[in-house]
């Protein structure tokens, strides 16, 4: 199914205050299951969305999607489905799940207990990830993400959750949108927000965020 998380998702965006709680799924993470199974997803994100085991998923190139914000997820197929998000398997898998069919499988990975990250603690990411650089234009991550890498409603989006993420996918996905091979943020916010970080950084925030405890998942919060 799909494909997530970049860092900031937006390096001058500012949370709705009071920011919302996380949109409900709108589908039947039943039916979702079931859909999920017939179209594939489970093959590359796992039945319990923590990802597969098979080579590819190691290596960083398929997200967990368990406990993601359910209109993240959403908007994640509609850029492949149109091509605003570049991903040659996900573009012809996205391209035979419609609005209908997506809001099932959203509300069946979006309820599922929050993603488990594999991270390392890294001291330089925490910081980074709190207060970013001012004096290199590079801003905090937590103002879009939260201060606990949850996600949360911003006035033209919704930030992912990064929180438990797989630390190679977050590290292969802030290295695209740095050199510019993603390109499907709000205003092309992510790129402006990656730009100026370094190899040796990036690793570090995706260290930090892989291993952020657990939280509870947009759909369970949503509920409370």
């Not at 299951?33 to 998923?57: K, M, N, P, V, Y």
Request: with cysteine.
């Amino acid at each position: 199914m799909l494909v997530q998380p970049a860092l900031a998702q937006g390096a001058r965006k500012t949370p709705v205050a009071p920011p919302p709680a996380p949109s409900a799924p709108r589908g039947d993470a039943v039916a979702g299951r079931e859909l999920a199974e017939s179209e594939r997803c489970i093959e590359c994100h796992g039945a319990d969305g923590q990802g597969s085991t098979h080579d590819d998923a190691i290596e960083g190139k398929f997200p967990r999607l368990a406990g993601q914000q359910p209109d993240y997820l959403l908007k994640q197929l509609r850029d492949l489905r149109s091509g605003a998000r570049k991903n040659d398997f996900m573009q012809v898998m996205a391209r035979s799940i419609d609005d209908a069919t997506a809001a099932h499988i959203v509300a069946f990975f979006a309820g599922l207990p929050p993603m488990r990250g594999d991270g390392r603690a890294d001291a330089n990411g925490a910081t980074l990830y709190a207060r970013g650089d001012a004096t290199r234009g590079i801003p905090a991550c937590a103002a879009c993400h939260g201060a606990d890498a949850l996600g949360q409603r911003l006035a033209d989006g919704i930030a992912p959750r990064l929180a438990g993420q797989s630390w190679r996918y977050l590290e292969r996905q802030l290295l695209d949108w740095r050199d510019g091979f993603r390109r499907n943020s709000p205003g092309d916010a992510m790129s402006a927000a990656a730009r100026g970080l370094s190899d040796a950084e990036i690793l570090s925030l995706s260290h930090h965020l892989s291993g952020l405890a657990a939280g509870a998942s947009p759909a369970s919060s949503a509920a409370r």
